[in-house]
């Protein structure tokens, strides 16, 4: 069997291994349409909540509790938008989330105060994520079977230390930081480990060879092999990122919900996905922005906010959030290839 | 593929092994006993009908999986209910959540011979089935709370009540308001998917209709859970900046309710809760915040089950009533609980 011959490519320059490399111009500028599309949907939903709810909507309080709602799966989105580009699919995102934060909140843990509860979360995000690199980068496994199989076991083993018990913290430090006293400049502290993990992530993935790679895996796995790129190693990495963001998020959630429970992150998974979607992240891979899945979590957020504000119930909200998913992305469609 | 790559590097290894190591300082982390506490099983305070020993019955139990605290303490409540007696055998199933699951668990049962069967369907409607068939077999079945489709599936059922539990919230709330014109008040639902919340709301509503200066202005759904009482009361606060009473459906979400509630800093307001929690009580003992009282949905029901299937086996009434039979139907009250009789119910609150 002859292997398919592909230009070998220095992963130090800022091409990807596509078939037409002169397409990353391309590329980039489509990604800022798509990006002013994505404000454009954001720009419409304010002027309904500016419409329906003025009072209520815009205001400072409101701005800060729709940052704040989004932190925790904004943060989980920025880590499933690195494994998307990359052409994986992390499911264990919402699972990973529930046992990072009920194993950061049993009694034992608390004992260890901030840090015990800091420390776990970010530790067992991170464990999850490397079990799930191990397997897909090493055991050949397919990322969608893995991760599959990590929402199954995390969620067990979270009601398993649980017991289906809510694990109230009564660490007043960790508390204290989602009351209204831990704000800096009217930010709430959720919302800046929300904007540190996103320009970290913005960062990594357009101004690092991690990035680069990230992108090179995703748009062309043998490509990028045979421009010397370790693959599997790469993967193993974007898994534990993965994680690793989880564990932040599930801290997040601890602080906001002052509590753990192994029903946390309920549907993490799917919201994440979608966020990264309709931010223009390509599920086959090889494409995606940072700034577009947070934009995408923003959106989501806001919608809720609207609905919310304007009593409608649950059923009318989930049709409207199907059909506003569908909108965007054909928004998005049209105005990319009209350019 | 002919992808030569060793399988480990050293620093892979070094990396593993330091993770692994730190998983095991993690495993000791997950333990939730406190260094001094038994958990004192609820429902145990309460006489039994009959306290005296009889005939020997084996009494097979199936429930869901216990993913939730009000679930957890029904599975307590009905271990300990048969461990006070020395005439109960009781035989519990693993719970499970999956339809096909729990009909071949009671099947067993049946199988087993057990004398009375007491069943929490994960879903009534479907696992009519099923008891019909342990009750053809000459098994009497207790019906817990999640009702089978037709009375000839069981012996006796014994459950809460939903719209009862909206009714007398509403008018704990309505008598607190008495007097105050324009009088706004919110609910918190649970999950909107359950014909229970359905039930709840509708005898909430119906309560208020019986006060004319209360209106109802908001109601948000959240999920039964912490994460979601917090995210939807969040949402419920900023769009009503002056309400006067809010009714949350439960208590764990309510634990997520009170977390917002304090976030955003408001204390002007009285709220009841529902079912009937640990933490809930001990907030309406302190009374320093805006929890003033909860309605219950009394995990207590699994006791009481066992009992009734004890009665059943030894062919025997209930204290109190003059009938020889127990009764087909038992629709449990959800009373009120607020500062003054909080005490009596501390022991019920489940975690």
Redesign the interface.
Known sequence: MTQPVSPPLDSSTDKVPEARPPAWRGLLFRADVRTLSLLGVLAVLILIGGVTKPDEFLDTRNLQLVLTQASVIGVVTVGMTFVIVSGGIDLSVGAIVALASVWATTVATQEYGFAGILFTAVIVGVGCGLVNGVLIAYGAMVPFIATLAMLASARGLALQITDGKTQIVTVPSVLDLGERDAYVLGIPPLVMVFAVVTVIGWLVLNRTTFGRRTVAVGGNPEAARLAGIDVRRQRLYLYLLSGLCCGIAAFLLIVLAGSGQNTNGNLYELDAIAAAIIGGTLLTGGRGTIVGSVLGVLIFTTITNIFALNNLQSDVQQIAKGAIIVAAVLVQRRTASTT | MP?H?P??SRRGLLFGAA?VS??AV?T???????SDSKDEPAGNNQPAADDKPGKQVTIGFAGP?????W??AINDNAKSRAEKYSDVTLEITEGSNDTAQQIGQIETLINKKVDVLVVLPADGKALTQVGLKAMRAGIPVVNLDRIFNTPQAYRCWIGGDNYGMGLNAGHYIGEKLKGKSGARVIELAGL?NLELTKQRTQGFDDALKNYPNIKK?????A??????????M???L??Q?KFDALWNHDD?QG??AL?AI????RDDFLMVGGAG?L?AFQAIKQDDGVLKATVLYPPTMAASAIDLARALGQSKGIGGLAEFEIPSSLTLYSAVVDKTNVDQYMSTGF?
């Open positions: 992808e790559m399988f480990a993770a730190a998983g993690l000791a982390c997950t333990s939730n006993e406190p999986q216990a993913d939730h605290g679930l957890n909107d202005v908001a109601r948000q759904a999920e039964f859970t912490v994460e979601s009482g917090q995210a939807k969040a949402q419920l900023q769009a900046s764990d634990v997520g977390r304090e976030q955003a800093g929690a933490s975690k």
